[in-house]
């Protein structure tokens, strides 16, 4: 059966959510668990109820709106994030909790019972903004992430994630735990460029990037800008200098989509008459094949020390990596495409892998 959603209804939907934490520019700022991300899930859920689903709010705030199936399966899960960083779009996030609230809504228009039950789902701290690390909620619903750890997260003012759900009124009841799922479908902004160049309206994820994050400590010495001869010098913001351009030339030589980033430098003491001792930097590490990875984090091994040595600093890495994930199986997977396909009049064979989102 051919079944149109209501577009008027969804886009009068993501303005009146969009309204909650509205930036003067006409962006979001809504970070999980404040009161405006108390707001907007008081709204949804009031949408939710509205729409005839039986909501469920977990230990992690995670909200789940049920519409029942007509055979006691496992549900369709669809459904997003309601939080943004602090200078968010209203697209993020909220798009896919709302695509999943319109697609019931139009169930509900043509009174269409489904085999399995539906349910919306919104996550608690997908974004990661106010506490770390992102993607907290479903981290511990799929078992990744300890509940306590998760409660014990902490934002930059010391407020602890357990205290802010309790707080804004969304520490629910429900186990926060892995469950049977037919089926998880997200509609999500595209957050790198590639869509908007190439003038395309939708694209399938095929996947989630392999990660490495390492957290470089250089030291060198600290002394006066003035009397110390340049030939005498343990420069660390220096050897960090060099690192960064370093960094830029791992994907060149990896090759694949492999992407490298110096995000975060912290130089001491900073300030304009004395050589940096110390600085503490970051780098992020990315590519869809796993191998590229762990080449790339070699490669960077041999970079830093090789570059520690040169100007004598000394040097302290610690590495966390994360694995590459399928996007679930082609059964959910070849519709979407097949949309996507028609949409671009191309065939699915003809896609190069996309850029995952976050
Ligand atoms: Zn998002």
């Given at each position: 059966m051919q079944m149109q959603i209501n577009r008027k209804r969804l886009e009068e939907s993501m303005a009146a959510l969009?309204?909650?934490g509205e930036t003067p520019a006409g962006g979001l700022s809504r970070l999980a668990l404040t009161d405006e991300d108390r707001r907007g899930r008081d709204l949804l859920v009031e949408w939710m109820r509205a729409a005839g689903l039986t909501v469920a709010i977990d230990r992690m705030g995670n909200i789940f709106g049920e519409r029942p199936g007509r055979e006691g399966l496992p549900p369709v899960m669809m459904g997003s994030h309601a939080d943004s960083v602090p200078t968010g779009g209203k697209y993020d996030g909220q798009l896919g909790v709302l695509c999943a609230l319109e697609a019931i809504r139009?169930?509900?228009d043509n009174k269409t019972a489904t085999r399995h039950p539906v349910v919306m789902a919104i996550f608690t701290n997908e974004e990661g903004a106010r506490f770390q690390p992102a993607m907290i909620g479903s981290?511990?619903?799929?078992?990744?992430?300890?509940?306590e750890d998760a409660y014990n997260a902490r934002d930059r003012d010391g407020l602890r994630l357990g205290d802010e759900l309790e707080r804004i009124g969304y520490l629910g009841p429900e186990l926060c735990i892995p469950r049977?799922?037919?089926a998880y479908l997200e509609l999500h902004i595209e957050q790198g460029p590639i869509l908007e160049e190439q003038h395309l309206s939708v694209g399938v994820v095929e996947g989630i990037v392999a990660i490495s994050w390492s957290k470089l400590v250089l030291t060198g010495v600290q002394d006066h800008a003035g009397p110390t001869p340049m030939r005498m010098r343990k420069d660390a913001l220096v050897a960090a200098a060099d690192i960064v351009r370093g960094v830029r030339e791992i994907p060149r030589k990896i090759g694949g989509d492999m992407v490298a980033t110096v995000g975060r430098l912290d130089v001491a003491p900073n300030i304009p008459n004395a050589i940096p001792g110390k600085v503490t930097m970051s780098v992020d590490l990315r590519a869809p094949d796993e191998h590229h990875v762990t080449r790339a984090v070699g490669l960077l091994d041999r970079l830093v020390k090789d570059t520690a040595r040169a100007e004598g600093v000394r040097y302290d890495t610690s590495t966390s990596r994360s694995s590459?994930?399928?996007?679930?199986?082609?059964?959910?997977?070849?519709?979407?495409?097949?949309?996507?396909?028609?949409?671009r009049g191309t065939t699915p064979s003809t896609w190069r892998p996309s850029v995952p989102p976050a």
């Open positions: 969009g309204r909650i139009t169930l509900n981290g511990v619903m799929a078992g990744q992430i300890a509940l049977p799922i037919r590459t994930l399928s996007s679930g199986r082609p059964r959910t997977r070849g519709p979407a495409i097949a949309v996507c396909s028609r949409e």
